[in-house]
């Protein structure tokens, strides 16, 4: 074994030459395993130091199981929260524990969370990247072994795994829909910060979509907002102007919301709408929301095997990963542009 890796449930399992499911098992107390496999398995942790501090504790008191820590944006956004959800679900029988803080977008509070993780010594640390945030901090844990996952954004400094969305080519199929229902006019409003890699990929889709049915781009259909009420001012900014867009694109679940109050306020049914990404009861509004849908359950489950493929022992080079989106047409954004017809 390399000396400047970090030992492996596999790495144990080849010492004592049995499967790591058996490891899993006498190490997490689940399931039946021998006394002379306990205690084979026991001297080769001892051996090898797999999870030295951690994992003595679990053997030496019963203590808690071996932790992921995830570093989330926002705890209260349900994408993130399904996410997690199908990250825990992934984990569980291995014995892993799932442990989750919100870093509010905020570089120096991720940094906070990691080294606070990185303290407690997880098995697994998974990150959505702040705007701004630097991790080369990390270099030295995933040298040394710790797998290090980025989630929805690619990180920074740090070349590692990432499990992305198709953001572009979402947003371009959204728009691209809008297009063929007549409408020239269609107002962007997105996230901030403007630099946020989900915001640029969804706008640079956006755009894709106007050059490919030769449709100018105007910047005065491109607004943004951070929170549910900054997208409603946005919505009715862009309604309130001369020559109003004829349809909506949201660039996110949370300024869908925006988008949705602002038009039952107004009572506005002319105006046609698409989301990327879903919210709850979409179904249930008058008419019903078409989205361009994530997936964020494969997006933590492809998050979570990944991981703990680097856990048994997967040295391969870095990769990213991207998760397809889809179209699911549900009435807002079949509203066709006035004086249009249908095709």
């Known amino acids: 074994m390399a000396a400047n890796r970090r030992p492996t449930m596999a790495d144990v399992a080849r010492e004592v030459g049995v499967s790591a499911k058996t490891v899993s098992r006498v190490l997490n107390e689940d ?137 572009r080519d979402g947003s371009h199929e959204g728009v691209a829909h809008l297009i063929a229902h007549g409408h020239r006019r269609i107002g962007f409003i997105g996230d901030l910060p403007t630099k946020l890699y989900t915001r640029r990929e969804r706008l640079a889709g956006y755009r894709a979509a106007l050059q490919e049915a030769e449709i100018p781009y105007d910047r005065s259909l491109v607004v943004s907002a951070h929170d549910q009420q900054g997208a409603e001012a946005a919505t009715a900014k862009l309604l309130d102007l001369a020559d109003p867009p004829t349809a909506l694109y949201a660039g996110n679940n949370i300024m869908a919301l925006g988008i949705v109050a602002e038009l039952a306020r107004g009572k506005r049914k002319d105006v046609a709408f698409v989301a990327f990404d879903d919210v709850s009861l979409a179904e249930a509004l008058e008419p019903a929301l078409t989205v361009v849908a994530q997936d964020p359950g494969e997006i933590g489950r492809t998050a979570a095997t990944t991981a703990l493929a680097r856990l048994d022992g997967d040295r391969s080079r870095a990769r990213t990963v991207t998760v397809p989106t889809r179209l699911i047409i549900r009435g807002s954004g079949e509203q066709r542009a006035p004086g249009t017809r249908e095709a």
């Open 31 to 167: 399931g039946y395993a021998s006394e002379q496999t306990r205690e084979q398995v026991l001297a080769a942790v001892a051996k090898l130091g797999f999870q030295p501090n951690l994992m003595a504790r679990n053997i030496r008191v019963g203590g808690p199981d071996t932790t992921i820590g995830l570093v989330v944006p926002d705890l209260a956004n349900p994408f993130f929260g399904a996410v997690a959800r199908s990250i825990e679900d992934t984990v569980r029988d291995r014995g892993l524990t799932l442990l989750v803080g919100s870093s509010a977008d905020d570089p120096d509070r991720e940094r906070s969370l990691t080294d606070k993780f990185l303290a407690r010594r997880v098995s697994v640390l998974m990150v959505v990247p702040s705007v701004g945030a630097d991790h080369s901090h990390l270099k030295a844990h995933r040298t040394a072994g710790l797998p290090v996952v980025f989630i929805d954004r690619p990180g920074a400094g740090l070349a590692t795994d990432s499990v992305v969305s198709s953001n």
